[in-house]
């Protein structure tokens, strides 16, 4: 079953149960406007090769479409619209006047130049340009994308348009109009939901006893690292593409950062750069730490990490889910049953978006804020998200999933109605 069927089939359940009419269920399940394109970017070399590009509006009922782009090579139509759908759900969820979409590129951005990359970036808004806007639908960073190529983005939309609108993208640089805590907004936003769900849970440990193993340590998975080895939890394993870490009396996430950035990978020399003791902490893959007995894994990669070929070794108590769909479906049905605590994407990493809202607060009036002030105001709003999301788990006795798209879904059920 593919990342698009999967999402379809959580919103035809949670759609049954919150009773939402046949009608409005078709609509959800159909994008509003799929847009593919093709951006024609002249190489170093003198050639002129074309990338493959969409964007996905899959809902406005609440407020413009609201959604990041990624440049990653396996990046396909059928995972764009999933993406699209889950961004309704998740602005939904966090209670944004937003709407859900998404875009992406087919493309290895680390295997192009600069001035490429720039070529490409600006390509992309002059493609889509007529179907965005600061009140219609404001792109944000992805995977493979980040604050120079949104800077990118907003300067063409500029040049095109032929006044400098802001608010038209978030996730720009702070010199561009962007936010203080926009970078570390998603992984805070983690942060803030574990901490609201340990304080409901039946865990009774103390941060400093609970084991922690973060998958992925890119800009989301190296923020809640780091965010969570500040206030006392005990990380034991981190791992990226190229292999993981695992020591168990903790690792220093600060150490592991300045060794990522002096090295560029987590590999068997960063053991020595980051370990406690005399012997180096154990350097093993990224697969094998998804099943480490820990009390709280973090899947914060790509979606389908835990499959059914894998499932039955997963060992942790809590799963938080700071990828999109890191949990297949036979996966999450698996572990739901056994007792697992999943703490779903769409609920788990919404301070990314809710990060964006600020963003497109500040920049719609031209006032901003401190970092401190940002994310004390997403502090906010994610636990005003996870105290509905969970009256919801009461009173339909169901799993974190399904109360978040219950949840979600019925607000934009009612929009629409």
Same mark, same amino acid.
């Given at each position: 079953?593919?990342?698009f069927?999967?999402?379809?089939?959580?919103?035809?359940?949670?759609?049954?149960?919150?009773?939402?009419?046949?009608?409005?269920?078709?609509?959800?399940?159909?994008?509003?406007?799929?847009?593919? %394109?093709?951006i024609?970017?002249?190489?170093?070399?003198?050639?002129?090769?074309? %990338?493959?590009?969409?964007?996905?509006q899959?809902?406005?009922?609440?407020?413009?479409y609201?959604?990041?782009?990624? %440049?990653?090579?396996?990046s *396909?139509?059928?995972?764009?619209?999933a993406?699209?759908?889950?961004?309704?759900?998740?602005?939904?969820?966090?209670?944004?006047?937003?709407?859900?979409?998404?875009?992406?590129?087919?493309?290895?951005?680390?295997?192009?130049?600069?001035?490429?990359?720039e070529?490409?970036?600006?390509?992309?808004?002059?493609?889509?340009?007529?179907?965005?806007?600061?009140?219609?639908?404001i792109?944000?960073p992805?995977?493979?994308?980040? $604050?120079?190529?949104?800077?990118?983005?907003?300067?063409?939309?500029?040049?095109?348009?032929?006044?400098?609108?802001?608010?038209? %993208?978030t996730?720009k640089?702070p010199?561009?109009?962007?936010?203080?805590?926009?970078?570390?907004?998603?992984?805070?936003?983690?942060?803030?939901?574990?901490?609201?769900?340990?304080?409901?849970?039946?865990?009774?440990?103390?941060e400093?006893?609970?084991?922690? $193993?973060?998958?992925?340590?890119?800009?989301v998975? $190296?923020?809640?690292?780091?965010?969570?080895?500040?206030?006392?939890?005990?990380?034991?394993?981190?791992?990226?593409?190229?292999?993981?870490?695992?020591?168990?009396?903790?690792?220093? +996430?600060?150490?592991?950062?300045?060794?990522?950035e002096?090295?560029?990978?987590?590999?068997?020399?960063t053991?020595?750069?980051?370990?406690?003791?005399?012997?180096?902490?154990?350097?093993?893959?990224?697969?094998?730490?998804?099943?480490?007995?820990?009390?709280?894994?973090?899947?914060a990669a790509?979606?389908?990490?835990?499959?059914?070929?894998?499932?039955?070794?997963?060992?942790?108590?809590? +799963?938080?889910?700071m990828?999109n769909g890191? +949990?297949?479906?036979?996966?999450?049905?698996?572990?739901?049953?056994?007792?697992?605590?999943?703490?779903?994407?769409?609920?788990?990493?919404?301070?990314?978006?809710?990060?964006?809202?600020?963003?497109?607060?500040?920049?719609?009036?031209?006032?901003?804020?401190?970092?401190?002030?940002?994310?004390?105001?997403?502090?906010?709003?994610?636990?005003?998200?996870?105290?509905?999301?969970?009256?919801?788990?009461?009173?339909?006795? *169901?799993?974190w999933?399904?109360?978040?798209?219950?949840?979600? +879904?019925?607000?934009?059920?009612d929009?629409?109605?």
């Open positions: 079953m593919s990342f069927e999967n999402t379809q089939k959580l919103i035809d359940e949670a759609a049954k149960l919150a009773e939402v009419p046949g009608d409005i269920l078709m609509r959800l399940q159909t994008p509003n406007n799929v847009l593919l %394109f093709e024609p970017v002249r190489m170093d070399d003198g050639s002129e090769k074309k %990338f493959q590009g969409w964007r996905v899959h809902n406005n009922a609440l407020g413009p609201k959604g990041g782009i990624r %440049f990653h090579p396996d *396909t139509l059928d995972e764009v619209k993406l699209a759908s889950l961004m309704t759900w998740k602005t939904s969820l966090m209670n944004l006047p937003y709407g859900g979409a998404k875009g992406a590129v087919a493309v290895d951005p680390k295997k192009l130049s600069a001035r490429e990359l070529e490409l970036s600006r390509g992309y808004v002059r493609a889509i340009w007529k179907e965005i806007g600061a009140e219609k639908d792109p944000a992805d995977v493979g994308t980040h $604050a120079q190529i949104l800077d990118w983005m907003a300067d063409e939309y500029t040049h095109i348009v032929g006044h400098w609108t802001p608010a038209a %993208f996730g640089s010199e561009k109009g962007g936010s203080y805590g926009r970078e570390v907004a998603t992984g805070f936003g983690g942060y803030v939901m574990l901490r609201e769900y340990l304080t409901h849970a039946e865990i009774k440990k103390k400093n006893e609970l084991t922690v $193993a973060v998958q992925g340590f890119g800009n998975g $190296a923020h809640i690292a780091r965010i969570l080895f500040e206030k006392g939890y005990k990380v034991v394993a981190i791992s990226d593409s190229k292999g993981a870490l695992y020591e168990e009396g903790g690792i220093d +996430i600060r150490k592991v950062l300045q060794a990522k002096e090295r560029g990978v987590i590999d068997r020399e053991c020595y750069a980051v370990s406690y003791h005399e012997m180096p902490c154990r350097h093993f893959t990224n697969e094998e730490l998804l099943t480490l007995p820990v009390d709280v894994l973090i899947p790509l979606e389908s990490q835990i499959t059914g070929g894998n499932m039955e070794e997963i060992q942790a108590r809590v +799963i938080l889910e990828a890191p +949990i297949t479906p036979d996966a999450d049905a698996f572990l739901t049953e056994r007792g697992v605590e999943i703490v779903p994407d769409i609920l788990a990493n919404g301070g990314g978006v809710v990060g964006s809202y600020f963003e497109w607060v500040q920049s719609q009036s031209q006032n901003y804020w401190t970092e401190e002030e940002v994310l004390k105001r997403i502090d906010q709003k994610m636990t005003e998200a996870f105290d509905l999301t969970s009256a919801v788990k009461n009173k339909y006795t *169901t799993s999933r399904l109360a978040s798209y219950i949840r979600a +879904i019925t607000r934009v059920a929009a629409m109605k």
